[in-house]
């Protein structure tokens, strides 16, 4: 059973850095992507940024470029996602999610992750 974990969050101040950690269990395929998502009160839930397994490529959507990076440790199955520059914007809990469709390798279409994990609150001060 494919398991993922969120952790991490907290209340942090605006500017202040956070990391976020994903450990993922339960699953044996190769080729597979892991994304983080985010939900803030009253809003859709929107893609923050994915990794690929095969390569480790990153991407991110336009409003974390340059402050948001995701990182994976292979060895223990864990990816992160490491928050800097944090805006109060940045509020909503997070979610991390695995998908086995590689196609598009930076997509963000939630209906392509099969796997979610529990979300994690992140909370931003001003």
């Known amino acids: 059973e494919v398991q993922l974990q969120a952790s991490g969050g907290g209340l942090v101040q605006a500017g202040g850095s956070l990391r976020l950690s994903c450990a993922a269990s339960?699953?044996?395929?190769?080729?597979?992507?892991i994304g983080w998502f985010r939900q803030a009160p009253g809003k859709e839930r929107e893609g923050v940024g994915c990794?690929?397994?095969?390569?480790?490529?990153?991407y991110y959507v336009g409003s974390v470029k340059g402050r948001f990076t995701i990182s994976s440790d292979n060895a223990k199955n864990v990816v992160y996602l490491q928050m800097s520059s944090l805006k109060p914007e940045d509020t909503a809990v997070y979610y991390c999610a695995l998908r086995r469709v590689t196609v598009v390798p930076g997509s963000l279409a939630i209906y392509e992750y099969d796997y979610w994990g529990q979300g994690t609150l992140v909370t931003v001060s001003s």
């Open positions: 339960g699953f044996t395929f190769d080729d597979y992507a």
């Open positions: 990794i690929m397994s095969r390569d480790a490529s990153t």
